[in-house]
Structures are given as structure tokens and as C-alpha cells.
């Protein structure tokens, strides 16, 4: 706490300029705990300049125009979520926020039903659990898997998907879509995905060493949320074939990447 009896402000020592370049080497936290210590720096660390100086360094000049020069963008008029008087350090929490959603996390992931979908432990894994996709032969569905990731800001996002494979058999189209629920989106993450891309990468990343198949990170594209509306991006993964049994692939999670324009 900053009290009356402080004899020297030690961080006067410093000028701003010099302060703005050492929070950008800090956590949200370290800022927050060195806003306490005297009133300048808590001054200095609350201001709309010094959020906005980090959304510039860390994303591009770009973003920073986008979010902070554009004062309607993302205005939520039912929660007046960024009505605070320190809106970019809010749209800066926002723009660092993790978009990750679990297989088996079942609040936010829909299966079909016409299957029984395995859940495996997995200390490696998001939340300790993968969803696995192991169909006997004398049982064959088709495959879909959908979430949506709600309320996501303006922007570009890499959506990637983490998954392994063991000896897949997976034959038919699967396709791997995530489109943004806007009219006319611009950008749509698609790709397709045969029973020789399932072979192809599961030879990749199968160690032979160690007799151990190792997760990787799928790129399914670039989707895209345009104007300045927050909006809901739907994901989803499907092989309509039911006619063969599909098996050797685990599903960890899929994320949103903002891309650094």
C-alpha cells in the first residue's frame, strides 16, 4: 500500500519510456504487483497509453489500429464490457486469453450420437483426458464432432488442432471446417483429409525409436471474423462414411490463434 510517509519515489529514477519497455518483459500479474509499490507506477501502469504501447509491441501495428483506434470495435452494448475508463488494458486481457476448447470437454463439444466415443487419461493432454476414436469392425458409423468458440474478437485466427495417431484406419473424405457465423465471411478453415493423409502423418510422427506415436498440431486454415462485431466461430469435424469402421485417432483440443497481422 502507498502511503503519505514515503519519503522518495524510487521510481522516479526511471522515465516513463524506460518503465513501458520493462512491462513489456512482465506478466499481467508481475505489472499488477509493481502497480502497488508506489503511486507513480500505479498511475503510470492504469493508463490507456501504457496498454496500448504493450497491444502495439506484442501484435502488430495493425491489431493496435484496429482495437484501439477504432473506439467503436467490440463494444458489447448488454454487458458495457469495455466501458471502463482503462479500455485497452481490457481489450489487452482479451487479445492474450487462451481460445481452447477440450474434446471431452462435452459442456462445449457435440458428438453424434449414433456412437460410443471413448475418453482416454492423458497427463500430456489439455485437461487430463483425449478423446479417442477406436470402432470395432463389426461396428461402423459415420463421424461428427462440432464446438463453437462464442463471442471471439475481430480478427484473423490460425485454428489448430492437436491430435495423434496410431496405426489410423480411416477411409472416406474427413473434413476438418471452421467458418466464422457472420454473413459473407471472408475466410472458412477447410481441409480434407483421405485415409493416406491419415497414413502420411501418422509416419511422421511415429518415433521409432522409442515405439511411441507423438502428438502434433494441425493447421486447418485461416478463419477470419471482419468488421466490429464479436462473433461465434463454428468448428467441426466429419466422415460421412458408414460404411467402414474408423480407429488410431486421438483428439486433444482445437485452438484459435490470433494472427499477428
Known amino acids: 500500500m502507498v502511503t503519505k510517509q514515503e519519503q522518495h519515489d524510487w521510481s522516479s529514477d526511471l522515465i ?3 518503465w513501458f519497455h520493462i512491462g ?3 506478466s499481467i500479474n508481475d505489472i499488477d504487483r509493481l502497480s502497488r509499490t508506489c503511486s507513480r507506477l500505479h498511475i503510470l501502469f492504469t493508463s490507456n497509453d ?10 502488430g501495428s495493425t491489431i493496435w489500429r484496429r482495437f484501439i483506434k477504432n473506439s467503436s470495435i467490440v463494444i458489447d452494448n448488454n454487458n458495457n464490457e469495455f466501458s471502463s475508463s482503462c479500455r485497452s488494458k481490457l481489450i489487452y486481457y482479451e487479445l492474450l486469453k487462451r481460445q481452447c476448447i477440450s474434446f471431452t470437454d462435452f459442456n462445449q463439444v457435440t458428438l453424434d450420437t449414433n456412437r460410443n466415443y471413448i475418453t482416454i ?5 489439455l485437461n487430463g483426458e483425449v478423446l479417442y476414436i477406436n470402432d470395432s469392425i463389426e461396428f461402423c458409423y459415420s463421424l461428427h464432432i462440432e464446438t463453437k468458440f462464442k463471442n471471439i474478437l475481430p480478427g484473423q485466427y490460425d485454428v489448430i488442432c ?3 495417431l496410431d496405426l489410423p484406419y480411416i477411409l472416406g473424405n474427413t473434413e476438418f471446417i471452421a467458418i466464422a457465423e457472420q454473413i459473407n465471411s471472408s ?3 477447410y481441409k480434407q483429409w483421405t485415409q493416406d493423409d491419415f497414413l502420411s502423418m501418422y509416419r511422421c510422427f511415429n518415433c521409432d525409436l522409442t515405439k511411441t506415436n507423438l502428438w502434433f498440431y494441425y493447421n ?11 462473433c461465434n466461430i463454428y468448428v467441426s469435424i466429419t466422415n460421412h462414411d458408414s460404411i467402414h469402421a474408423k480407429c488410431g485417432l486421438y483428439l486433444d483440443y482445437i485452438e484459435l490463434k490470433l494472427r499477428l497481422e
Open 187 to 189: 475466410k472458412i478453415a
Open 220 to 230: 486447418i486454415g485461416i478463419v477470419e471474423i471482419h468488421g466490429n462485431e464479436r
Open 50 to 59: 501504457f496498454w496500448s504501447y504493450l497491444i502495439r509491441i506484442k501484435f
Open 24 to 26: 513489456n518483459y512482465l
Open 162 to 164: 492437436r491430435m495423434k
Open 16 to 18: 516513463d519510456s524506460i
Open 121 to 125: 487419461s492423458d497427463s500430456s493432454s
